[in-house]
């Protein structure tokens, strides 16, 4: 599974670009299909997957381990490392694990009422 984005649709923020994953750039909710016509190729873009790094107890610095998968340790600092990508802020994540997670949800959660 590859992660990407629609630019043919609407983020659930409101934003342009909807992310879905899947095998094939194929955008499941309007059906644009850039693998199977080229003169739609832009309207799809491949993602990195860029995990959660939740917030820890101290302001500015991340708990250290993917949101998705506590067991695995993120590489100091921000960034990139061995191909692991990882970021603090919510609105940049595009690991679909990571945004189904309760740290993820509660970040989100806490970024709109302090709005
Ligand atoms: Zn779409
Ligand atoms: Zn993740």
Redesign the pocket.
Known sequence: MKAYRCYNCVGDNGTPGKDFEGDAPKCPACGVDAAGNPRLAGMIVALE?I??DAPSPVRGVGVGF????PKKRLPDGDGMDKGTRFTGHPAA?T????KA?EAYLKATADDTSAE
Not at 66 to 69: G, I, K, P, Q, Y
């Open positions: 997957v995990h959660f993917r949101a998705c998968d994540v690991c679909p694990r990571c997670s």
